[in-house]
């Protein structure tokens, strides 16, 4: 049998995964997290603004107004990689109304949405405060 100095096979763990001192090399060179966020936001689907508007009015009801500005506030956060970098998932449609699903049922469509981006701003600053939705009429 070789020896595995002579074949220049990497050195195992008798398990075929790399030693931590390997792991280490591997990564030594890896992109910072504002590149891997852009790349991200890059390869990934935003959130389809259309379905989410149809999917808030049934579920939440609202004013066409109020629908269309949080389903474009949804995808505005979506494409800014904020919450990818925050909590690591990519936003979907189910996920917005999963989170507004969350808030007091007494709540109208625009108090769901400005209770959840409140929530966020709590947890990672104020830079969620830009996708707040005003006070409009309907």
Known sequence: MPNRATTGSPPSN???????SEVVRLYRHKPRAGQQIQAL???TETVDRQRLAEALAVEFGGGDRTVRTVA??????ADSGRLTADIGYELTTERVL???RDAPATYTLRKRWNWWVGSLELAYGDTYRRFRVRETAD
């Open 98 to 100: 999963d989170n507004l």
């Open 72 to 77: 474009r506030q949804a995808g505005d956060l």
């Open 41 to 43: 936001a890059r390869q």
């Open 14 to 20: 008798g398990l075929d995964q790399p030693r931590a």
